[in-house]
């Protein structure tokens, strides 16, 4: 894979990479349907996030509802499947977004990743993090680094044996690092996230907490639209 050639030229990421399977990007066509479930999802297990996505989906007898659907369900029946009071409002969110300003797939396509994250942003509950997972994860960008994502800066930490203390100095540290891996900056932190996901935990973070590649894995097996494989 042409992506592996690129980032091995990282000697210390090689290693990284060498000890794991290659991997693919999915691309899905339910943006909206992503990007709700990314939202429900956040700050859960993935056990937790899975039992929601049941949830939901029965709420519409099983099948993915479209956006207008998700708009007219009452916000207390959203409340009822385990979802906060702020979630629920963000839900409706992305739903009314998507009616009224579009987030359909093709257009999206059309634009590049800051663009994206631009338009997207304008939802309130939807943040550059959770755009840049969709980007990644439902769009099948290549080159996306999630520089605020606290387990690619921990990943990185322990790789390079950086120091956060000058805040400014270590994200100008992981610009320059990451700016070696581009045109394939999404694969470099799918594979920190694996490293990571099978180190000692070394940060305080809660186990089991749902990583965004766990996530991203939610819809892919529910009833959306099928993803289409990245070659």
């Known amino acids: 894979m042409e992506y592996l050639s690129h980032l091995s030229k990282d000697k210390k990421l090689k290693r990284l990479i060498e000890a794991q399977e290659p991997l693919n990007l999915d691309k899905s066509k339910d943006v909206p349907f992503y990007l709700i479930l990314s939202i429900m999802s956040q700050q859960l297990s993935t056990k937790v996030a899975d039992t929601l996505r049941k949830r939901f989906l029965a709420l519409y007898e099983g099948r993915v509802p479209t956006p207008a659907e998700v708009l007219g369900t009452p916000f ?52 550059r993090w959770t755009t840049e997972m969709l980007l990644m994860f439902c769009l099948g960008r290549e080159d996306v680094f999630a520089i605020d994502d606290w387990g690619i800066q921990n990943a990185m930490i322990r790789l390079y044996k950086l120091d956060r203390t000058d805040k400014k100095a270590f994200r100008e540290k992981l610009m320059r690092i990451s700016g070696r891996w581009s045109p394939y900056r999404t694969y470099a932190c799918m594979h920190l996230w694996r490293w990571k996901d099978k180190s000692p935990a070394t940060d305080g973070s809660a186990a089991g907490t749902a990583t965004p590649a766990a996530v991203a894995a939610i819809p892919a097996a529910s009833a959306a639209t099928p993803a289409v494989k990245k070659k």
């Open 76 to 127: 207390e029946t959203l409340r009822s499947i385990g979802l906060s009071n702020a979630k629920t409002g963000y839900v409706h969110n992305v739903a009314r977004f998507a009616v009224e300003q579009g987030m359909d797939h093709r257009r999206l396509s059309k634009m590049d990743n800051e663009a994206i994250i631009a338009y997207l942003t304008q939802i309130k509950g939807v943040g």
